[in-house]
Antibody, heavy 121, light 108 residues
Framework: QVQLVESGGGVVQPGGSLRLSCAAS????????MHWVRQAPGKGLEWVAF????????YYADSVKGRFTISRDNSKNTLYLQMNSLRAEDTAVYYC??????????????WGQGTLVTVSS | EIVLTQSPGTLSLSPGERATLSCRAS???????LAWYQQKPGQAPRLLIY???SRATGIPDRFSGSGSGTDFTLTISRLEPEDFAVYYC?????????FGQGTKLEIK
C-alpha cells in the first residue's frame, strides 16, 4: 500500500533553515509528481510546492518562492523540501502528497501524516 | 493566482440531511481541474472528488460534485455521522495550485 512518511520537522529560530524529507513506498515513486502542502495551526491548507516526476519542473507558492527548494531523489524514493530564511508565518504542519496520476495536472490522492515545523525564538 | 472562496464558512446540519457546499473561483478553472477534500481533526486530508465530478476510489456515492468555470458544488445527499468534518476545494489546473479556505460541516 502507498505510504508517505515525512520527517525533519522541529523548532527553528527565525532566519534559520530546515530540510524536510518524505520517504515514499508502495508505488513507483519515479513516475509521479509530488507536492508539499502546509497547514498552520488551526488554519486551512496552503499548497507550497510541486515537482514533476523526473524533477524537470518545479513550482512554488509566492509565499515561499526564493526561500524554499523542492527536490527529489528517485533512486532513494524520497522527496525533500529545503527551507531557508524561515519566518514565524512558516510555522505549520507540512504534508507531502502524490499526484493521482502522471502526465499532466492531477489532484493529490495520498498524503503523509505530516511533520510540524515551528519557527520561534 | 486563482483564489477560491468557499461558502458557507460553517454549515450546521443533522444526520440524514442534505449538505450543499460551494466553491467559487476568481477566474475560470481550466478543464474543470477542481477537487474536493475532507479533513478530520488530527488527520491528513482525503481526496473525495476530482475533475469537478469524479469520485475518488472508495468514496461513497452520497458524495457528488458538480460545476464548471468558476462555480463548483459539493453535495452530500444524506449526512452520516462520519461526514462531519472540514471540506476544502482545490484547483490544480495550473502551475500554482490553490485551496479554498474550507467549510466546516458541524452537527446541529
Amino acid at each position: 500500500q502507498v505510504q508517505l512518511v515525512e520527517s525533519g520537522g522541529g523548532v527553528v529560530q527565525p532566519g534559520g533553515s530546515l530540510r524536510l524529507s518524505c520517504a515514499a513506498s508502495g508505488f513507483t515513486f519515479s513516475s509521479y509528481g509530488m507536492h508539499w502542502v502546509r497547514q498552520a495551526p488551526g488554519k486551512g491548507l496552503e499548497w507550497v510546492a510541486f515537482i514533476r516526476y523526473d524533477g524537470s519542473n518545479k513550482y512554488y507558492a509566492d509565499s515561499v518562492k526564493g526561500r524554499f527548494t523542492i527536490s527529489r531523489d528517485n533512486s532513494k524514493n524520497t522527496l525533500y523540501l529545503q527551507m531557508n530564511s524561515l519566518r514565524a508565518e512558516d510555522t505549520a504542519v507540512y504534508y507531502c502528497a502524490k499526484d493521482l496520476a502522471t502526465g499532466g495536472w492531477f489532484p493529490l490522492d495520498y498524503w503523509g501524516q505530516g511533520t510540524l515545523v515551528t519557527v520561534s525564538s | 493566482e486563482i483564489v477560491l472562496t468557499q461558502s458557507p464558512g460553517t454549515l450546521s446540519l443533522s444526520p440524514g440531511e442534505r449538505a450543499t457546499l460551494s466553491c467559487r473561483a476568481s477566474q475560470s478553472v481550466s478543464s474543470s481541474y477542481l477537487a474536493w477534500y475532507q479533513q478530520k481533526p488530527g488527520q491528513a486530508p482525503r481526496l473525495l472528488i476530482y475533475g469537478a465530478s469524479s469520485r475518488a476510489t472508495g468514496i461513497p456515492d452520497r458524495f457528488s460534485g458538480s460545476g464548471s468555470g468558476t462555480d463548483f458544488t459539493l453535495t452530500i445527499s444524506r449526512l452520516e455521522p462520519e461526514d462531519f468534518a472540514v471540506y476544502y476545494c482545490q484547483q490544480y489546473g495550473s502551475s500554482r495550485s490553490t485551496f479554498g479556505q474550507g467549510t466546516k460541516l458541524e452537527i446541529k
